[in-house]
C-alpha cells in the first residue's frame, strides 16, 4: 500500500509516500494542514499504476485520485499553476515535516513513560479520587504506595509530580511542534527549507530541548 496526498480542485496527486512499510500518517497529515484543499489516500499494489506512482513519475504524467481504482492517468490539460506548485512545495516540505516528526518523536514521546504504559489519564484519576488534606487516598495510590513501600501521601505527591511533569513536557511538544509547522508552511523556496532543516536539527537534535 502506498499513501498519498491529493488536490481537491482537480484531484491531482501532489505527492507520494513511497515508503510501503510506513504509512506516515503524521507527516501527510502535517502536510496536508500545509497546503490547502488537499486530501490523504491510498492506493494498493493490484492497482495497475502502483509500481509506477512515484514523486519522480508525477513530474512526467497526470496522475488523480480514481475512486474505483484508486489511481488513474488523466489528462494533461486538467494540471494548472496553482496545483504544480502544490507538488513543489510538497517537495521541499516533506523533509523538514519529517525530520521534525522524528525530532517530536524521539525526543519528547519517549520521556513521557519509561515503561511504554499510557498511564496520563489513569493518574489522573486516581489523583481526584484523592484528598491529601483529609487523608483519603484512592485504591490505585495506596497501591502504589503498598508496592513501593512508601506511605500514601508520599505516593500522592510523587504521582502529582509525574503528572505534571508530564502533561508540561506535553504541553511544550505541542507548541514546539505548532511552531515549526507554522514555519514548514512558510517555506517557499530551496534556501528557506535548507536553513529550516539546519534550524531543526540545531535546535531539536543538537541543542538541549526538553
Not at 492497482?47 to 509506477?52: I, R
Not at 514521546?109 to 484528598?131: K, Q
Request: hydrophobic fraction near 40%; charged fraction near 20%.
Amino acid at each position: 500500500m502506498k499513501t498519498f496526498l491529493f488536490d481537491f480542485t482537480n484531484f491531482g496527486i501532489v505527492y507520494v509516500n513511497e515508503n510501503t512499510n510506513n504509512p506516515m500518517r503524521w507527516q501527510l497529515s502535517i502536510l496536508r494542514s500545509c497546503l490547502l484543499d488537499t486530501g490523504i489516500a491510498r492506493v494498493f499494489s493490484f492497482n495497475p499504476f502502483y509500481k509506477e506512482l512515484t514523486n519522480v513519475a508525477l513530474g512526467d504524467k497526470f496522475y488523480f485520485l480514481d475512486r474505483p481504482r484508486g489511481v488513474a492517468i488523466g489528462n494533461q490539460h486538467e494540471v494548472n499553476e496553482y496545483f504544480l506548485e502544490k507538488q513543489r512545495r510538497a517537495k521541499l516540505m516533506m523533509p523538514l515535516i519529517d525530520l521534525l516528526v522524528n525530532a517530536v518523536s524521539s525526543r519528547s514521546f519517549s520521556e513521557l513513560n519509561d515503561f511504554g504504559i499510557p498511564m496520563d489519564d489513569t493518574i489522573a484519576i486516581e489523583l481526584m479520587n484523592s484528598n491529601p488534606n483529609t487523608n483519603e487516598y484512592s485504591p490505585g495510590v495506596i497501591e502504589y504506595a503498598t508496592m513501593l513501600s512508601i506511605t500514601p501521601a508520599q505516593a500522592y505527591q510523587e504521582l502529582q509530580l509525574d503528572y505534571k511533569t508530564h502533561h508540561a513536557v506535553k504541553m511544550k511538544t505541542y507548541a514546539t511542534t505548532k511552531k515549526y509547522i507554522n514555519l514548514i508552511r512558510a517555506v517557499r523556496t530551496t534556501e528557506q527549507a535548507n536553513a529550516l532543516l539546519e534550524n531543526i536539527n540545531q535546535k531539536l537534535f543538537k541543542d538541549t530541548y526538553i
